[in-house]
């Protein structure tokens, strides 16, 4: 049945449908409707929706509801999802999965909160401290709302990480006319089968569809945010940290090629169009508009999942490009990880707006039609020709 | 060696630890956070909770390392954020006995606010406040429980702060059950755990611990022995005091606060479940 509904709603609905049981949060613009929408049903569920003193709690919260073995979820905004930070970290260290909805408005601080923005895609990859593996995905439409979020929750039980879910403002109040399935697939681990003393937490080398044990089931499981061994417990040790530290990363490096989750259209064109979330809308439409009064073809490249950026996939799918367009609610974040991608000579032109509005397709299609220079200006070689090491006395 | 005791009650105390090569365990000679781990576990096992029905959680610090050496499920989580974890893993599996071990500054200053708020919303859980007044682990800084003009490595002139009560606040939170004990009254303290893990609902022990290697050596106190001498000789019974709230030089040891029972939070939310479930059938 074709329902009318907002992004938002369409998550939320998204996570029930995959299993998400248990939502911990604290009201924020422009997510609240997602906490809502848990309030309402989870009860109906016989899940819990419980609403946290601050967002810190809100995250722990759920990582002990996790590690008591329920699909549990989270929504916020810029403030909420800094606060969560420490908490999205202990999350990827202690390997419970989970999925942390940030529906982005403009920052830094209080920002403007009830206005879009695309400023976290750097936060959602770097916020936490330390080396971690992170998984971004960034829906472009009410449907896909309620897609991502499936492939969010499959994904992270399948590698038991978090999974952190891009919307922004505009996706999230933006509503359409969608027809959700009723039944969706997600992968679901099964208990461990083998004595308790032979069942090690972190003992699965593969480290990818793993059985596993959570409290109350008589595995005697040890969680730690410290570097620990494969038995759960903390060590300093430096050929364990080694091992520790790359099993994390080997989560989304050894998983990258089938995790890597992108549209594209008309990649032999010589303008390629670099976009994700709410601003691929204005890109599609400047592509089409773009073909319409030029007659000439532009090619477009949407990403899906934002975190791990698909490096080698884009540097193929870009090998004809002579220039490429990234057009961002925010300062040029993803641009640089463009211009890794293609060689030096081929301009990678960042369409930005920061001021709350969406980047009309207009903005976009006068980007394409903008003289660049060709080649991107090098640093010059010798950038503080007063000053040399050699000359100075003291040293 | 420690494999070889006999069975009985001794044997089951020590089958609640990890035997292995986590022995000897990090904290201090004269230290009192083991003292207060070995009367929790034989309070556990006192009162035949079973391993397998418990799940000890806790923060950062000296007192938040002893999970770590117990064979039970154990959550070993951030500073300040073992109330909610606590308060996640209790939602999600009500049947577990949940039990938070921590120190005044993991609990009352960075995680004082999931203190309160887990208080006013009556988890079910047990939490076990080693108080050693000061920041142990990291060397000694001054804590919310340091009484003020005392010294601490942050505090080289005095600590010019007014002190926690923490005891008072959890009361004033909207605790279940509020004791305090000290390491020194190990009988008692083991009473006085043993009625927290019984009482349904958010209730605590503030366990006044010593911490000869910082906090008794800034304070000039002396070694562990001085330290527990000192809370022997300071210490009153609850009943031998007119308003322990306002007892100010002694430790004022015993149950504090004990009201009648309301239903924890997780009983609430079953009923806004039915309520939901029952807004549906009709």
């Not at chain 1, 595995?219 to 364990?240: A, I, M, Q, S, Y």
């Not at chain 1, 609610?329 to 707006?353: F, K, L, T, W, Y």
């Not at chain 2, 001085?226 to 009153?236: A, Y």
Request: glycine share 10%; net charge negative.
């Amino acid at each position: 049945m074709p329902q009318l509904l907002s992004g938002n709603e369409a998550c939320a609905i998204g996570a029930l449908r995959a299993g998400v049981r248990f939502f911990a949060g604290y009201p924020i613009t422009p997510s609240t409707e997602i906490a809502e929408y848990f309030a309402r049903e989870l009860p109906r569920l016989g899940g819990t929706y419980i609403q946290m003193e601050d967002e810190i709690g809100s995250i722990c919260c759920m990582n002990g509801a996790t590690a008591a073995g329920l699909k549990a979820m989270t929504a916020t905004s810029g403030p909420g999802f800094s606060l969560m930070q420490e908490g999205i970290g202990y999350s990827i260290m202690a390997e419970l999965p989970c999925i942390i909805v940030n529906v982005m408005r403009g920052g830094p601080a209080t920002g403007t909160p009830t206005r879009s923005s695309q400023g976290d895609l750097m936060q959602a990859r770097h916020g936490t401290h330390g080396d971690h593996p992170i998984i971004a995905l960034c829906p472009w439409s009410v449907r896909e709302c309620f897609d991502l979020t499936v492939e969010a929750v499959d994904v992270s039980e399948r590698l038991r990480l978090p999974v952190i879910l891009l919307m922004d403002e505009v996706v999230g109040h933006m509503r359409e006319t969608v027809e959700l399935p009723l039944r969706v697939e997600t992968w679901k681990p099964s208990n461990p089968r083998r004595p308790k003393e032979e069942y090690f937490h972190y003992g699965d080398e593969t480290n990818y569809d793993s059985d596993i044990a959570s409290f109350g089931e008589g595995f005697r499981v040890h969680l730690t945010g410290l570097v620990h061994r494969k038995d759960g417990l903390p060590t300093n040790d430096p050929e364990t940290i080694r091992w520790n530290m790359d099993r994390l990363r080997r989560k989304v490096d050894d998983n990258a090629s089938w995790l890597w989750d992108l549209t594209y259209e008309d990649l032999g064109a010589e303008t390629v169009i670099v976009c994700y979330g709410s601003s691929a809308r204005s890109a599609t439409e400047a592509k089409n508009l773009y073909q319409r009064k030029t007659g000439r073809s532009v090619g477009i490249i949407r990403l899906r999942m934002v975190w791990p950026f698909p490096q080698q996939r884009m540097v193929s799918l870009l090998r004809s490009a002579r220039r490429v367009i990234v057009p961002e609610m925010n300062m040029g974040q993803m641009n640089r990880s463009v211009e890794r991608a293609v060689s030096p000579d081929v301009p990678v032109i960042s369409v930005q707006r920061y001021d709350g509005e969406m980047l009309t397709p207009g903005e976009i299609v006068d980007a394409i039609g903008r003289e660049v220079p060709s080649a991107r200006p090098l640093p010059e070689e010798d950038l503080h020709p007063g000053f040399s090491i050699a000359d100075d006395e003291e040293f | 060696m420690l494999h070889e005791c006999p069975p009985g009650p001794v044997g089951d105390f020590l089958d609640r630890f990890r035997l292995d090569e986590r022995f000897p365990h990090i904290l201090c000679p004269g230290c009192g956070i083991g003292t207060a781990m070995g009367t929790m576990v034989r309070s556990l096992a006192e009162l035949g909770i079973g391993e397998d029905e418990l799940c000890v959680v806790s923060g950062i610090g000296c007192s938040s390392r002893v999970p770590g050496y117990m064979d039970t499920d154990t959550f070993h989580t951030l500073h300040g954020r073992a109330i909610p974890a606590a308060t996640g893993v209790k939602q999600a599996k009500p049947e577990l006995t949940l039990v938070v071990y921590g120190g005044d500054g993991d609990i009352m200053a960075i995680g004082g606010n999931h203190f309160i708020h887990a208080a006013r919303r009556n988890m079910d859980i047990t939490v076990f406040v080693v108080n050693n007044r000061t920041y142990a682990m990291t060397g000694g800084q001054y804590s919310p429980t340091t009484p003020t003009h005392e010294k601490a490595a942050t505090a080289p002139f005095g600590n010019c702060e007014r002190s926690f009560d923490i005891c008072f606040m959890a009361r004033a939170s909207g605790a279940m059950f509020v004791a305090r004990s000290t390491t020194y009254h190990v009988a008692h303290l083991k009473k006085m755990m043993k009625l927290a893990l019984t009482k349904t609902g958010f209730s605590v022990v503030e366990i006044v611990s010593q911490c000869p290697t910082l906090y008794g050596r800034h304070q000039r106190i002396g070694d562990g022995v001085k330290m527990l001498q000192w809370f022997r000789d300071n210490s009153v019974d609850v009943s031998k005091v007119e308003d322990p709230w306002q007892e100010q030089e002694r430790f004022v040891i015993g149950v504090l606060h004990d009201r009648e029972e309301v239903p924890p939070y997780t009983a609430l939310y079953q009923r806004v479940r039915e309520a939901a479930q029952q807004a549906d059938s009709a």
